[in-house]
C-alpha cells in the first residue's frame, strides 16, 4: 500500500518565477492538505482539498493555490516566488480530515 | 486561536533511558485532538502518538507515552528505552474537533538526540 508521494523531491527556482508542486494521496484517503515548513520552524497550514474545493485555507496570500482533481491527488501553485517562500512544502492526506498522513515532501528553493 | 509551544529546542538522552518532551496549548474549545508527530532526517513525519481530548485515559503506543493534562492544557510524550533510531525533530500538534475546522497547528519542535 502505497503512501504519500510527492514530486519533485528537490526544486531550485528564481524569484518571481511560478511552481507547481504535487501529491499523490494515501489509498483510500480522499482529503489533502498542504503546508509550509521553514527551516527550523513547525509546519504551517497552507490550505486543504476536499471533492475538489478549498475547504479551509490559512494565513497564505493568494499566491498560494492549488487543485485536486477526481482520482483525490492534488497540485500546490505558487506564483510570483520570493525568497521567503523557500521552505519544505508538505502534503498531508487523510480520510474524513482525522489523522494525517504526511509525504516527504518538496523542498523549494528560491534564489 | 489556538497555539502550540514546545519550550525545548534540544534535548538528550542516553540510549535506553527516558526522556519526556514538553507541550502545552492554548485554546478557548473543549473538544480537540492533539498528536504527537516524529520528523527523522528523512524529513518525512510520522505520527507517533495521538490523543482525543474527551478521553481521560493517556494515550499509548509501545514505548510512546502521553501525560494530557486537559486543565493545565498540557500534553508530553515521555519515550521510555529511547533507542538510537528516536533521534528526531517531534512535533505537538493540535486540531479541532467540531466540523468545519480542519487545519493542524503545530508546535516548533523539539529535537531529540540519543547519546550511545
Known amino acids: 500500500d502505497a503512501g504519500v508521494t510527492q514530486s519533485p523531491t528537490h526544486l531550485i527556482k528564481t524569484r518571481g518565477q511560478q511552481v507547481t508542486l504535487r501529491c499523490s494521496p494515501k489509498?483510500?484517503?480522499?482529503?489533502v492538505s498542504w503546508y509550509q515548513q521553514a527551516l527550523g520552524q513547525g509546519p504551517q497550514f497552507i490550505f486543504q482539498?476536499?471533492?475538489?474545493?478549498?475547504?479551509q485555507r490559512g494565513n497564505f496570500p493568494d499566491r498560494f493555490s492549488g487543485h485536486q482533481f477526481p482520482n483525490y491527488s492534488s497540485e500546490l501553485n505558487v506564483n510570483a516566488l520570493l525568497l521567503g517562500d523557500s521552505a519544505l512544502y508538505l502534503c498531508a492526506s487523510s480520510l474524513n480530515s482525522y489523522e494525517q498522513y504526511f509525504g516527504p515532501g518538496t523542498r523549494l528553493t528560491v534564489t | 486561536a489556538q497555539t502550540v509551544t514546545q519550550s525545548q529546542p534540544e534535548m538528550s538522552v542516553q540510549e535506553a533511558e527516558t526522556v519526556t518532551l514538553s507541550c502545552t496549548y492554548d485554546t478557548s474549545e473543549s473538544d480537540y485532538y492533539l498528536f504527537w508527530y516524529k520528523q527523522p532526517p528523512s524529513r518525512q513525519m510520522i505520527l507517533v502518538i495521538r490523543q482525543e481530548a474527551y478521553k481521560q485515559q493517556n494515550a499509548t503506543e509501545n514505548r510512546f507515552s502521553v501525560n494530557f493534562q486537559k486543565a493545565a492544557k498540557s500534553f508530553s510524550l515521555k519515550i521510555s528505552d529511547s533507542q538510537l533510531g528516536d533521534a528526531a525533530m517531534y512535533f505537538c500538534?493540535?486540531?479541532?474537533?467540531?466540523?468545519?475546522?480542519?487545519?493542524?497547528?503545530f508546535g516548533t519542535g523539539t529535537r531529540l538526540k540519543v547519546l550511545a
Open positions: 482539498y476536499y471533492e475538489e474545493e478549498e475547504r
Open positions: 489509498s483510500g484517503h480522499d482529503t
Open positions: 500538534a493540535y486540531r479541532s474537533a467540531p466540523s468545519g475546522t480542519y487545519k493542524y497547528i
